[in-house]
């Protein structure tokens, strides 16, 4: 596992590189005053609790909204030139998808090649191949032309990320792959992550499940509205740290209710 300094020593912009964000909503304050960078090549856990603020980021990079103040940028552009060029990818939680769409794995996946195509969207080759390969590595090629309200939660998680695989996208955002997903899933889906961070890419993960983040994340984020710690794995899930988020004290060294 990567140490969190390697990544400030790197010449190259930020991947994700987030600056005095704050956003409302009326007057709720949604997020105040975040700063992060994310370097290349990283796997960042990102944790906190509901409420915390998480999903508004996501929504801050992709370009969904837009900070009241602050500045976002990926890979020294824009989130909106990102969308533009395929930059970056997002894997969603299941509430955020209509399952009852008619559209197979297939098709999921291929709408990750639309910023390779032209106007009318026609598959070629090379799109075919991508999709065949991303759906491979998920390992959901004997179920691709099943509807994709037809598959089981793991696999459903696992169509989106093949659709970012497909898309070639140098940032993926993953919101909550965890939630309610068999165990062969959770580990597909990590041995991709790791896989895909070896070759470059960049990938923020939201999860609850703070017992795998060490496991394959290089550095993590506690989020409570703005960035409370951002440290190695082991620092951040340290129980007194945990506990100015999570609101639990501490006995014994050990986070309680």
Not at 135 to 149: N, W
Request: aromatic share 4%.
């Amino acid at each position: 596992m990567k140490p969190l300094s390697s990544a400030s020593s790197d010449l190259s912009p930020p991947a994700i590189s987030v600056k005095d964000v704050s956003v409302y909503y009326g007057d709720v304050h949604a997020l105040e005053h975040v700063d992060l960078d994310i370097a290349p090549g990283r796997i960042c856990g990102l944790i906190g609790m509901n409420g915390s603020g998480k999903s508004t980021l996501f929504k801050s990079i992709m370009g969904l909204v837009k900070p009241d103040a602050g500045t976002v940028s990926i890979s020294g552009g824009t989130p909106a030139q990102a969308r533009s060029n395929g930059l970056i990818s997002y894997v969603p939680q299941s509430e955020d998808v209509d399952w009852t769409f008619p559209i197979s794995v297939r098709e999921v996946a291929m709408t990750g090649r639309y910023g390779h195509q032209n106007f009318m969207r026609r598959p070629r080759k090379a799109d075919k191949e991508a999709v065949a390969h991303a759906l491979e590595q998920v390992e959901l090629t004997d179920l691709a032309d099943r509807q994709i309200g037809r598959l089981s939660g793991g696999q459903r998680k696992r169509a989106f990320v093949a659709r970012g695989i497909a898309q070639d996208a140098d940032v993926l955002l993953l919101d909550e792959p965890f939630a309610g997903v068999d165990k062969k899933s959770e580990a597909t889906i990590i041995r991709l992550l790791i896989s895909l961070a070896a070759e470059g890419k960049t990938i923020l993960i939201s999860t609850h499940d703070l017992g795998s983040l060490g496991t394959f994340c290089d550095e993590a984020v506690l989020l409570m509205r703005t960035v409370l710690m951002h440290d190695l794995p082991g620092e951040v899930l340290r129980p007194r740290v945990l506990a100015r988020a999570f609101g639990m004290d501490v006995l014994d060294g050990q986070v309680v209710p």
